[in-house]
């Protein structure tokens, strides 16, 4: 039974009725309802318990603000943790738990920790758990166990998301009176608007209240509004939509709400969408937020906001009291009194802290019979798990707030509902993120915004402008502005008519005096998430913590995941009081994003799991997964690793590749290079500053091994240059390397010599690579038709031609990884794997052998071949790696001046060798480091490290290639690789070139 | 008043009203010995080592803004120091050890918390890089281990393990004496014991000038008017170069904006830290049980501590490549630093071309893990004029001679 529902009236629908559970119970709530309505309506106050003092805790907003009524939706994979019952809407089955209380949130043992407050103030955490030392994990897991709100799934998220890029002229957040207006101003123009609103309605206040607009009801106007902006092509509206973040060059993001309030589904379709909107301009226009009066026992459950029971007297249909008191420094809590007396509650007093009461409202109010006492205040609640009596005090402020009240004057009011209104505080969030600064108001008595640094605008109540003709007024020019801004035409649209009454200005109260000193009266707090109060500020204060950011970080304050929505401005007033400073000074902290918790997967959207980054495969790939090849990840792309025989592992599999294309020939899949076209009547002039041999006496035909070197003379990239024609090259990089070579040719090429005529083409993709490589090699070649002489004679080693190979186009180079006589041939992609398939075919009776990167890298160390990346790390000069001979020393190149620093000269530098383990049997993980004293004791002197380490099928013994320092003068001496275990294993210096040290195979 | 449990307890029952205040709050004097500008952790650390260990008392630190506000309240709050080359991990393990007694040192809870750090590798090339590192540590004496990721799903059950991953997870290195610790108790802490010693800190107070003679610091200009100095260190993160420029130097420094960002508090969830540098995220979670991420760097230069939501996006897809499960988790508050970055990425605690002015900068994206060991280096070099053996290998000469020490491989993903 939904005993405080109403009878008619709100925005729900109670001919649906929807099941829930809460805390194991089942209950029943409306379509429309939210999980705070619908609990209110069944009469449950006690939500949840607060985190470090585990005081019960009840709803005390409707809204984004609300710290207390954070629960666990659901179970397994799709749970949701710390959900705001406020924002969560009803559907049928919906299962929500309280995050705390042991064994329940009634009787909770922690709460025990309430007794003990005294001893856990603000930062206690800083001042022990120092000794013993050991124990401070101990005391830690204690904090970590108590500490957090809800459980994370376990199991991955079963949803998906998506991103969704727009621009648009007008992007509008929020869409109460001044949103709507605005859009409504806009729209007629012809601009492309957008139009947000967190909540699943348009309307904002409007849904809450009881106002008139054009006399008909505000919900009306609201719908018609809707229904105009709806037949509106360029109009766009997003309910259930959060505009959450405000980035340069007025980049906003939005999270659209899709599927969450629909209840069980199967997950096909989006849950959230990120919208990434680049607008010419923005209208902020989110309101404000209520804030709380700071009392003695102001968390009690049954105490809320005033407009949060407006809200869910008028919107949702529910009385959340019978006897209810109403304590206010400002009118607007006046409309609270009125609303509870039309649902039928019993509204016992207003209290107001004013002197002079409010203005036309308390007339109205008086009207009704119910008492309204100026002059007083709320000091103390009773009650335990619900208010069950106010304590009020007689109040006046003559020059300053006084420090305590008499225990004498105090006057008990029973209620079961507290509806309280401290004033309200602009959701300036958005403007500050922009990056636009705000200013107190003297006058309003909160932050508003001053001064932009993007094309923003702030609109209605979340700009100060209390009343609704104000928020009509300030949306509409709002919208005009953003017009004429675009340069469209301002349509000729109207204020709407609104009745305006007299107000009486707020009384600004921070805190409210109770019996006893802040320090030793019933908690007062501020930010009810985190159990700060203002003792917690004023311990701050005394301590030296007297910057806001330190007070914050200090108590807590503002820490929540209401991020502060609810009590931040009280408590940097409460710390304005105790600096003696005025507020405008002490300033707030920054308001960051997320506006609103935003999930992980909302702002990832749909680049996750396999998507997560692209995967790169070569046009031959297909036939590599058929012949059961093991693959390796070498940056995006896969790559066979090596191909294993039956159930052959990787060292059989290695062994038998290598011998293979040692002995008769070995095919493998190159495609992966990087690959770059040049062009241009510079390109010998740009080749010659990057790469360090002479570029310009390459003849057309001809290839060179080239290096290039960052600024800082180390080893950059590697590859084949080859000359294509007198203004034409054609470059291959490093596998890992393509992308950051071609950005750092065209980093100098754009930034540094635009003067020079050079275009650059990335032709990684466009061709395959098949490298074909061993002594049958070249019968091999000719066996598919090979149209070209490929005889030393007319090919020579280190030289391309084109050709056709199989009826297909190709180019061919004589270049050698392996220090065989060898073929890399370049395809068309398309045609890559039919003239793979082709090779393979003829290949039969060579005894063709495909192998992978692992093959590869054995093939290569044994001719003492460097690796960029593996044998490099960018301490390497070329110097290092024998390699001065490619230095051209009548040419300036990237790199070369570092060559000359006193460190590159350096003798004991470390230097490129070959190792032979001592016992010729032992292989040396890669990686490990070298030294010379095995009796050292740490920190060891290391004397290099071995970068690459295989036992090599030709030689039949391991080899190893290292970095150690003076190598280029060490052959023969004996160092020592120091293993995990503590072992050292000797280990014999020798040159790199392990295997045809004259390079006759490979010129064969 | 010592911090204790005791004094905890005596406090309690008088109402907390008696707590002192943790640092004092005075005018600025005419002269100091030593001025240290910029009040964030490595700052305030400098002058409480400058005190403790060198006797110095007439120390002023001068903050522009509130001490510990810059990247000090920016960061991740990852301590470790398994760095590869033997120069960085020497000085970031004498940190480590700084930290291993810092609470009790400053007697302030700093919450140092051991709970280990996983760096994963998910290529061969990756694990080449964690067996070369960890060789390293292990000589230099660091505690360093290599785990399988059998291992590494039995101790953090949320990660993604599975072969299928799109970067599957081959072994990671693991320093079981890394962790975090609570990177606001870190500034507050060294303000506190550096006040008691003696030294001035001075918030609010924004150097605008550095006053030179015959190649020697004279002073500064302040917001807070001009004060003589005999010494002065700049300590100033991600405005490093603007203050050299003050001084007529020119840095060889980057400044990127780095951003981080937590959760919603959650129940214990990671027991540790994990970082993958090839996918490019790490996280960790807080004692009060928010996640905290951190991106990578925001490729642009600039001063300004905002970056964009593309590399918040880009951190979040690694996480959830990671972390599958932590998809439906809400992201609660983001923030941007500023980095200075060198060309090596390793720091500069450094003389420097001036007379009497000391350079602590470059520190790039993992500063937060040296703050007590850069300021006992910087407070050794500012005392004797010298570097200490430690910091001499991160001297501003070192771009002059070459002599770079290039961690890019241990520092590559910010942290």
Known sequence: MQKNRLQSGGRIDRTQVLNFRFNGRAYQGCAGDTLASALLANGVYLIGRSFKLHRPRGIVGSGAEEPNAIVQIGSGAATLPNQCATQVLLYEGLDANSLRGWPSVQFDVGSITNWFSRFLAAGFYYKT???????????????????????????????????????CDVLIAGAGPAGLMAALAAANSGARVIIADEQSEFGGRLLSQTDEIDSMAATDWVAQAINTLAQHENVRMLPRSTVFGYFDHNFVTIAEHCTDHLGAHKHTTVRERLWRVRARQVILAQGAFERPLVFCNNDRPGVMLASAVSTYVNRYGVCPGREVVVFANNDSAYRCALDLDAAGASVKAVIDSRATGAGDLQQEVEALGITVMTGHVVTNTLGSQQIRAVQIAKFSIEGTVPATLPAQDLVTIQCDLLAMSGGWSPAVHLHSQSGGRITWSEELHCFVPDG????????????????????????????????EYCGLEISDLAEPKTEGIETNSLQPLWRVPAVKAPDRCPKQFLDFQNDTSVADVRLAVREGYRNVEHVKRYTALGFGTDQGKLGNINGMAVLAEYLGEPIANVGTTTFRPAYTPTSFGTCAGETVGQLFDPVRKTAIHEWHEAAGAKFETVGQWLRPWYFPDGDEDLDAAVKRECLATRRSVGIMDASTLGKIDVQGPDAVKFLERIYTHDVGKMKVGRCAYGIMLGEDGMLKDDGVMARLGEQHFYLTTTTGGAASVMSWLELWLQTEWPDLDVYLTSVTDHYSTISVAGPTSRQLLQAIDCDTSLDAADFPFMSTQTATLCNLPVRLFRVSFSGELAFEINVASDHALTLWCALMDAGKNFDITPYGTESMHVLRAEKGFVIVGQ?????????????????????????????????????????????????????????????????????????????????????????????????????????????????????????????????????? | MKYSALNLLRNGLRHNRDWPEAWRHPEPKSHYDVIIVGGGGHGLATAYYLAKEHGLRNIAVLEKNWIGGGNTARNTTIVRSNYLWT????LYEKSMQLWEGLSNDLNYNVMFSQRGVYNLGHTLQDMRDIERRVSANRLNGLDAEIVTPDQLKRAIPALNT????????????????????????????????????????????????????????????????????????????????????????????????LQAFVSEPLKPVLDTVVMSNAVHGYVSQSDKGELVIGAGIDAYNGYGQRGSFATIEHALQAIIELFP???????????????????????????????????????????????PGSGWAFAHTIARNRPHELNAPFSLDRFATGALVDEHGAAAVAH
Request: glycine content about 10%; overall charge positive; aromatic content about 6%.
């Open chain 2, 87 to 90: 120069e960085a991990a020497l």
């Open chain 1, 129 to 167: 758990f120092m000794a013993p030392r050991k124990l401070w994990s101990f005391y830690e897991k204690l904090i970590r166990d108590s500490a957090g709100w809800g459980h994370a799934p376990t199991k991955a998220d079963p949803d998906f998301y998506e991103h969704r890029n727009a621009h």
């Open chain 2, 162 to 257: 599975s072969a299928s991953a799109r970067y599957p997870i081959l072994g990671a290195s693991l320093q079981r004496r890394a962790g975090v610790a609570r990177h606001d108790a870190v500034a507050w802490g060294f303000a506190r014991a550096a006040d008691a010693l003696g030294v001035d800190i001075i918030e609010q107070c924004e150097v605008t000038g550095i006053e030179r003679r015959n190649n020697k610091v004279t002073g500064v200009q302040t917001s807070r008017g001009h004060i003589t100095a005999d010494k002065v260190g700049v300590v100033v993160a991600g405005h490093a170069s603007v203050l050299a420029n003050m001084a007529g130097l020119r840095l060889p420094i980057q400044s990127h904006p």
């Open chain 1, 871 to 1004: 044998d490099t790390d960018g301490s390497v000069t070329p110097t290092d790696l024998h390699m001065s001979w490619m230095l051209a020393s009548d040419k300036d190149f990237l790199g070369k001046r570092s060559l000359r620093r006193p460190d590159a000269l350096r003798a004991d530098r470390k230097q490129w060798v070959g190792l032979i383990p001592a016992d010729k049997t032992t292989v040396i993980a890669e990686g490990t480091q070298l030294i010379e004293d095995t009796a050292a004791r740490a920190p060891v002197p290391m004397c290099g490290h071995i970068s690459s380490s295989y036992d090599s099928p030709t030689l039949g013994h391991p080899i190893a290639l290292a970095l150690l320092k003076g190598g280029l003068e060490r052959a023969g001496e004996k160092v020592y690789a120091s293993l995990a275990n503590g072992k050292a294993v000797p280990m014999t210096v020798t040159s790199p070139v392990f295997y045809d040290p004259q390079g006759e195979r490979q010129r064969d």
């Open chain 2, 325 to 371: 499960s932590f998809s439906r988790l809400r992201l609660l508050r983001l923030w941007g630093g500023i980095v200075d970055v060198c060309p090596d990425a390793c720091p500069i605690i450094s003389k420097t071309p001036v007379n009497g002015l000391y350079f602590n900068c470059g520190w790039g994206t993992g500063g937060f893990k040296a703050t």
């Open chain 1, 452 to 483: 932009t640094t993007q094309n923003c605008v702030s609109a209605g109540a979340g700009n100060g402008a209390w009343e609704l003709h104000d928020c009509l007024r300030q949306g509409l020019e709002a919208g005009k502005a953003a017009i």
